[in-house]
């Protein structure tokens, strides 16, 4: 696995800024949480470093080097929000996932490595000749998250991936995620607007606000004790309990 | 099966049925009646119907009826070419902006909105001069001038389906650009691109009989029923029929193109399908109960029936509550529990074909389930409850600026004229804090934050003297902190107005930092009832307790994973016979399967539907 940096990395639309010379290391083997209001720029972070949006500034590296963005292997992957349009209607979950497999493996590896990723996200591997009209949201994530782990990346950016599931189905969703960062040590950017979700999956917190990281460290001193006005603000509006963050371990 | 079924209706069987006639006649007509057609009888020039010639001959004496089914195939085959041309180079057009990138892609949607602006007519005629007068120079014509428009439709569709994060998982894995135009993109704009392309060929027919019956299309010695009405023309005072039956077929081969199309778009979901439905059923006798002394709203076995497609949907399974005056109450459950469709129950919002039947249903001292005059019943609801839902984009009409949206209100119910009712909106978007209420109110709801709309929403509501605030997933799409201003703020307007609040949520942690009482739903059914402070610990129903316990909140154990329900949400139109929750628990044993436990209260008043609850041994309820 591998550690991808963000280098003062700027995005422009138009004569809008959305990222400002934003920076941020995301560790080998790590999950970096991150935070922040809508229009913040945390989505676009995420656009940014797998290609889907304009980079006008600074350099988005993997291991030191340029991301490529071109031939088979594609070493970063991304989860997205809706699994009711993250996945081709037409396409069955099987196909779906093979579709990010790298190189043209045969058909009989091309089935076993299909089952051996439906088993890996706890769906059943039987489940891969059918449509995604037959599967629940929570479903569809593991299976968006298969195809994502198909492509053999190296690092997995997420974002959003429990915001459109059930409460019970992202309990789930978590633990997967939490799993498979233990068994893979796969190195994650984990895009949520839900601290108390970041504070469960993440061991770095960055915090974003108005296109810039305004404060990053240690999950537990980040959302125990936060250094930032716009950091506070966010933990105070939290509902329910009054925040405290236990060590992890 | 549903598109054989929505084929199979009138006009699917009368338009396919049209169609395999036409498309007989062009194969084979040729083959049968070419010698019949071509025959010259000197002795009838120009004749009239008769038992020899139907319908008549023309100017050298070839039977007209029969040169009408003959000409049938080149009409048909020139219309269908013509088409492929327009869908051909419609698709290449279309697709062209997402193959090409940015610069070159503008380029050429530019270029095709300037065409599509041309008269069709008009380029039909500028492409018949350029390609020469004839049958090729025709269906060209034709061909091209009908590109414009399927290149639009598919530009749309494209851009539609490009949006779509599949399209960006298969950019970000590696798939190529034509690969994803082939794999994803066009498979998925098929089905309204061939709909447009049926009817298309009917409009196509036209133009090409025009175009021949003006001289431009084919040419003697061929013949198409263009050229056959050019040739009648000449005579329709004496034999109106040469002209009308190529006029006739034409309309008939068109029909069978259009009636197919639009069965086919039923077939494909576009159009409305909505009868295929079934019934919901007889109506379960009621029977009429009090309602609860005090209550604001009282609620006695709501049911409510959605039609389906297989079978009618119980969403709402016989649900009781009531809400005393200025009390907080709180609705969590998973999505297809039951929690909206029972909160737009209470606001009188459910309209046909889906059912409502309650025991009583009774707000504000009116009970909505029996028939009232419809006028003061919106005049009671108007005024006295107020609903914010949770797409504030789409609670407001967008083509209004939100002054007079919220003006409408006091004129509509309470007879303000519209100087006064404009004040009044001023003012209560000041009340809900909304900065510069002047200026706010002359904007349109795209210029507020999705922050900003809730407000105004809730502002929409304090326009009467609401008694009972309904709030569904109010502040699901919005960001913490403007979360916790709309929460603060709608515990400001309740301590200010006195109004109870019925609060829908799918988040526990909402719920009890703003309610008094939660109601927990599964499966269209309340299945336990307590105060929302005991709602962590105090939880007797097995699903309240995983409910809790898979939220993660800012205390969560970080080293113990997440407790999960096991298993699946009830599907609405599939509830099993005895507790709908059994599959998913825990606890659940024979009986739990097989019989649908009650909801029981206890000596506290909280209520729980489970065999397997045990009764607290001390009531917590002491404090309330």
Redesign the interface.
């Known amino acids: 696995m591998s550690v991808l940096s963000f280098r003062d990395v700027r995005v422009r639309y138009g004569s809008h800024t959305v990222l400002k010379d934003v920076s941020l290391e995301i560790g080998d083997g790590e999950v970096v949480g991150l935070v922040g209001?809508?229009g913040s720029g945390k989505s676009t972070m995420a656009r940014a470093a797998?290609?889907?949006a304009p980079v006008t500034g600074g350099e988005i590296l993997l291991d030191g080097r340029p991301i490529p963005r071109?031939?088979?292997?594609?070493p970063?992957?991304?989860v997205?929000?809706?699994p009711y349009?993250?996945?081709?209607?037409?396409?069955t979950v099987g196909e779906?996932v093979a579709?990010?497999m790298?190189g043209r493996p045969g058909k009989q590896a091309r089935r076993a490595e299909i089952t051996r990723l439906l088993t890996l996200v706890h769906l059943d591997p039987s489940r891969a000749d059918d449509l995604p009209g037959r599967l629940?949201g929570?479903?569809r994530q593991r299976v968006?998250l298969a195809?994502?782990l198909?492509?053999r990346p190296e690092v997995i950016i997420a974002d959003e991936i429990t915001s459109s599931l059930?409460?019970?189905v992202?309990?789930?969703v978590?633990?997967l995620v939490?799993?498979m960062q233990r068994e893979l040590g796969l190195s994650m950017l984990f895009i949520s607007?839900?601290?108390?979700?970041v504070?469960?999956v993440a061991g770095r917190v960055a915090v974003m606000y108005g296109g810039e990281i305004v404060e990053q460290g240690p999950a537990a001193q980040v959302?125990g004790a936060p250094r930032h006005e716009y950091t506070r603000?966010?933990l105070?509006?939290?509902?329910?309990?009054i925040?405290?963050?236990?060590e992890?371990? | 099966m549903r598109a054989a079924r929505v084929l199979l209706r009138p006009v699917g069987l009368a338009g396919i049925g049209l169609l395999v006639l036409v498309v007989l006649v062009a194969a084979f007509g040729p083959i049968l009646w070419d010698g019949r057609a071509t025959v010259v009888d000197t002795d009838h020039l120009l004749a009239g119907p008769s038992a020899d010639h139907w319908i008549g001959t023309d100017n050298l004496g070839r039977d007209l009826f029969f040169r009408v089914l003959v000409a049938t195939r080149l009409s048909i085959v020139l219309a269908l070419a013509a088409t492929a041309i327009s869908i051909v180079l419609g698709v290449v057009l279309g697709a062209a902006p997402m193959l090409a990138g940015r610069r070159v892609g503008r380029v050429i949607t530019w270029a095709v909105n300037v065409l599509v602006a041309f008269p069709g007519l008009l380029l039909v005629l500028f492409f018949a001069v350029i390609f020469g007068v004839g049958a090729r120079g025709a269906a060209l014509a034709v061909g091209l001038a009908g590109a414009p428009g399927f290149a639009r439709l598919c530009h749309t569709l494209v851009a539609g389906v490009s949006e779509r994060d599949y399209v960006a998982a298969a950019r970000i894995a590696g798939v190529g650009r034509f690969r994803v135009l082939f794999r994803h993109v066009l498979p998925n704009v098929a089905e309204p691109l061939i709909v447009n392309a049926t009817m298309a060929a009917g409009s196509v027919l036209l133009s090409f009989a025009g175009l021949s019956f003006l001289g431009l299309g084919v040419q003697a010695p061929s013949y198409d029923w263009g050229r056959l009405m050019q040739d009648g023309l000449n005579g329709i005072y004496i034999h109106p029929l040469a002209a009308l039956a190529p006029g006739l077929a034409v309309i008939l081969a068109g029909l069978a193109f259009n009636l197919t199309g639009e069965a086919l778009a039923g077939a494909f979901g576009i159009g409305d399908v909505a009868t295929v439905r079934t019934a919901l059923g007889q109506a379960t006798a009621t029977e009429l109960t009090a309602p609860v002394p005090g209550a604001v709203l009282s609620v006695d076995d709501l049911r409510v029936t959605l039609p389906g497609v297989h079978q009618p949907v119980h969403a709402v399974r016989g649900v009781t509550f009531a809400i005393k005056d200025g009390e907080a109450v709180g609705v969590v459950g998973e999505s297809g529990s039951g929690k909206s469709m029972t909160a737009l129950a209470v606001a009188d919002l459910i309209e046909q074909p889906a059912r409502v039947e309650a025991n009583h249903l009774v707000f504000a001292g009116e009970d909505l389930t029996v028939p009232g005059d419809p006028e003061s019943r919106r005049k009671h609801l108007g005024t006295s409850l107020a609903i914010v839902f949770q797409d504030p984009m789409t609670s407001f009409n967008p083509a209004h600026r939100i002054g007079p949206q919220l003006a409408e209100v006091s004129r509509a119910h309470q007879g303000l004229r519209r100087r006064a009712a404009l004040a009044r909106a001023v003012d209560r978007l000041r009340a809900v804090r909304i900065r510069e209420p002047e200026r706010r109110a002359r904007q349109y709801p795209f210029q507020f934050s999705g922050g900003m709309r809730q407000r105004a929403m809730i502002g929409m509501g304090l326009m009467g003297t609401p008694r009972l605030i309904i709030a569904d997933e109010p502040t699901t799409s919005l960001d913490v902190t403007v979360q916790s201003q709309v929460l603060a703020l709608l515990a400001e307007v309740r301590r200010d107005t006195g109004a109870a609040l019925l609060l829908i949520s799918h988040d526990v942690s909402v719920v009890t930092d703003v309610c008094d009482r939660v109601l927990v739903m599964y499966a269209g059914r309340i299945v336990e009832e307590l105060p929302a402070a005991d709602l962590r610990t105090l939880a007797r129903h097995p699903y309240t307790k995983a409910l809790v316990a898979a939220v993660p909140d800012m205390e969560t154990d970080l080293d113990r994973p997440l407790a999960v329900i096991p298993g699946v949400p009830i599907d609405p139109p599939h509830v099993p016979i005895g507790c709908a929750f059994a599959a998913r628990c825990p606890l659940a044993d024979d009986h739990c399967r097989a019989v649908d436990p009650p909801l029981l209260a206890d000596a506290a008043g909280n209520r729980v539907a489970c065999h397997k609850a045990a009764p607290h041994s001390v009531t917590s309820k002491v404090t309330a």
């Open positions: 209001e809508s797998v290609g889907l071109r031939g088979p292997v594609r970063v992957q991304m997205f929000q809706d349009s993250s996945l081709d209607p037409r396409m779906s579709e990010a790298p629940s929570g479903q968006a195809r994502a198909a492509a059930d409460v019970s992202q309990g789930a978590l633990n939490r799993d607007h839900n601290l108390a979700v504070r469960y959302l603000h966010l105070a509006a939290v509902p329910g309990t925040p405290t963050v236990k992890p371990t």
